[in-house]
């Protein structure tokens, strides 16, 4: 009995303890799936829908990358709102940060009367030490602003050309702005004269490292035109301008409009200046090349407010009067007209004249009248002045009767005659006729304003002057891949030879320095890169230093040759770029030699940087050769 009612009280307590169990494991389960369900409501509620929840009992773990820490912080606190903050168990992670991409590397420099200062960011590897101390030299005097900052990362591709171009650019320009970035310069300048300005562009895009983008803007003031000359012709031979101005760019169109008209064919040239005697020179100029068309042939000369119209020989008489009277009529008030309809001349009785010819090595002879023995001492004084004294040759004789203003008409030829290369000056009694060859694009304009002023109105003059490009002395310069390949072309018939085993250029090799230096005087500046090359017998270390050493013995020359080398370096490469192989004798002296090589800067590097806001916007071979292999470093290389 007893027995049975223990074994009641165990059974009854076993039940009870088996049914609490299954209702803690219920209601555990229900509190998991009740966590889990609300916090990732909340999670879904608040577009956080990348975290991850897993309840594990009262606690509830969260995982998965968060975008940003700010996002994972959010998570966190959501989650605490739904369930007790202390029950949030947190695994997840944060994406990584992408690597900070590099600044854009950018420098402005601006030069001005005041001073020279310079800002931007450049990298670190930049020697800013050098860089300052390069514009503190090219001011002078004057104030320098350093505001430059240093970014500690890699410099770009191409960043060094750059910044060398543009701090040698700045040297040449007194007023300017220069941009610079990785690839590309941009060049803003004022100039004093149209011709300083294409003298500046032809030097700095010849000085441009190959592959180096360059943009320039350089302005020039108006020239002042004294006096201010316009002439047109009108003969067999075409319709042409010998000078044209005009006073703006809308009188220029207006004009070159008027001669296209009348017959003008090609390309015409007309310079805007300063000096204009009437703000209605384009309605007097196009007045008179409109008569000049009437006529069908002559020529109109404007010096200053004085014009003269000039006919064709043979021109009806009628058609002339007609014409000017309705000329006269119509021109703007202060200009003067003086129209001339020439007679017709006895071909068979030529009027007295004086010829000066200038032949293409700067000979010159003077033959025809002179109206007495004085004039003939002037002209002959003159044209050794302007020619040489050993240039002149004189075969004059004097003649009486000649006109009155012979001694003007034949020193003015003269003048004209020395702005040519080559050609001839005519003088007679009624024309004055120049002709030859020219490297001055503006010879023409030149001689036609200088006949006009000396001669004076009325005065009939005839200008045939062709301009050439290969007597023009900047527009011939070779470009720097010519010079490259010109030296190149030396050097293969032609080696530069050292002294057995040292940096001494032999005597039977300056022949040829001076035949290289020739050539690069003519080429201006260059980025160039003397190489020096060795075979590959000896020590490689000591190949390379022979190498250099013969690099910069090079460069020596060049300078005792008095060639300007402050954009050249000299680099020795030692054995490590052979051009045949070094198991024969003709191999080894083919690799030992000196190359002239353009420096070009790398390929541009990919797009891609973050934006900087700025703050201111040959060979040598040895004399002779050593048998023995021992020391052949010293004797071979």
């Avoid at 690099?551 to 020359?557: F, G, I, K, R, T």
Wanted: hydrophobic letters at 40%.
């Amino acid at each position: 009995m007893r027995l049975s009612s223990l074994l009641i009280v165990v059974t009854t307590f076993a039940l009870a303890a088996v049914l609490a169990l299954v209702t803690a494991n219920l209601s555990v389960k229900l509190i998991e799936e009740t966590s889990e369900i609300g916090v990732r409501d909340a999670l879904d509620e608040a577009s956080l829908t990348w975290a991850e929840v897993e309840a594990d009992g009262l606690q509830v773990t969260l995982a998965g990358i968060a975008p940003t820490e700010a996002v994972r912080f959010a998570a966190l606190s959501t989650a605490g709102s739904v369930v007790d903050a202390a029950r949030v168990i947190d695994e997840m992670e944060v994406e990584a940060a992408a690597a900070i991409a590099p600044p854009r590397f950018s420098a402005e420099i601006l030069r001005n009367d005041a001073g020279l200062s310079i800002i931007g960011l450049i990298p670190a590897t930049t020697d800013r030490t050098a860089v300052i101390d390069r514009i503190t030299a090219i001011a002078g005097d004057l104030q320098v602003t350093d505001l430059i900052e240093v970014a500690d990362y890699p410099a770009p591709a191409n960043w060094e050309d750059s910044l060398g171009f543009s701090l040698a650019a700045m040297e040449r320009l007194p007023r300017a702005k220069v941009s610079v970035t990785a690839g590309r310069v941009s060049i803003r300048a004022i100039t004093d004269s149209a011709e300083e300005k294409a003298q500046l562009e032809t030097q700095l895009n010849r000085a441009a490292p190959p592959g180096l983008r360059v943009a320039l803007d350089i302005a020039a003031p108006r020239p002042v035109i004294t006096p201010f000359t316009l002439r047109l012709v009108k003969d067999e031979n075409g319709t042409r301008f010998d000078a044209c101005s005009a006073d703006t760019e809308a009188a220029r169109t207006r004009i070159v409009t008027a001669a296209l008209e009348a017959g003008l064919t090609g390309s015409a040239t007309c310079t805007v200046g300063m000096g204009v005697p009437s703000p209605k020179w384009s309605t007097a100029v196009t007045q008179s090349i409109g008569a000049l068309s009437k006529l069908g042939a002559g020529s109109v000369t404007f010096s200053d407010a004085d014009i003269t119209l000039i006919a064709a020989e043979g021109t009806p008489q009628a058609d002339f009067d007609r014409v000017v009277g309705e000329l006269e009529n119509e021109l703007p008030e202060v200009f003067a007209l003086y129209a001339k309809l020439p007679e017709t001349v006895d071909p068979n009785q030529g009027p007295p004249e004086f010829v000066a010819t200038l032949s293409p090595e700067g000979l010159v002879q003077l033959r025809g009248r002179i109206s007495d023995e004085n004039l003939r001492s002037l002209v002959n004084s003159y044209a050794q002045a302007a020619f040489g004294t050993d240039s002149v040759y004189t075969a004059t004789r004097i003649v009486d009767d000649l006109p009155s203003n012979w001694p003007v008409r034949v020193l003015t030829g003269l003048e004209a005659l020395s702005q040519l290369s080559n050609g001839a000056v005519t003088v007679t009694p009624d024309t004055l006729t120049v002709s030859g060859n020219t490297g001055n694009p503006k010879a023409s304009t030149n001689i036609a304003s200088l006949l006009a002023s000396k001669l004076g109105e009325a005065e009939e003059f005839d200008i045939r002057v062709i301009y050439q490009e290969k007597l023009d002395p900047i527009a011939a310069l070779p470009t720097p891949d010519e010079c490259e390949a010109e030296i190149a072309t030396i050097l293969s018939s032609s080696k530069i030879r050292f002294e057995p085993g040292s940096a001494t250029i032999d005597a039977s090799a300056l022949g040829t320095m001076d035949d290289i230096a020739e050539v690069l005087r003519q080429c201006g500046d260059l980025r160039l890169e003397i190489q020096g090359h060795t075979d590959s017998q000896g020590r490689e270390e000591m190949n390379l230093n022979l190498s250099q050493a013969r690099a910069q013995s090079v460069l020596n020359e060049l300078r005792a040759r008095r060639v300007l080398t402050s954009t050249y370096s000299a680099k020795g490469y030692g054995e490590a770029d052979p051009i045949a192989e070094n198991d024969t004798e003709e191999g080894r002296e083919a690799n030992r030699r000196i190359e002239f090589r353009l420096i070009r800067p790398a390929p541009s590097a990919p797009e891609g940087e973050t934006t900087l806001e700025t703050l201111a916007g040959t060979g040598d071979t040895e004399a002779g050769t050593e048998d023995s292999a021992e020391g052949r470093d010293d004797e071979q290389n």
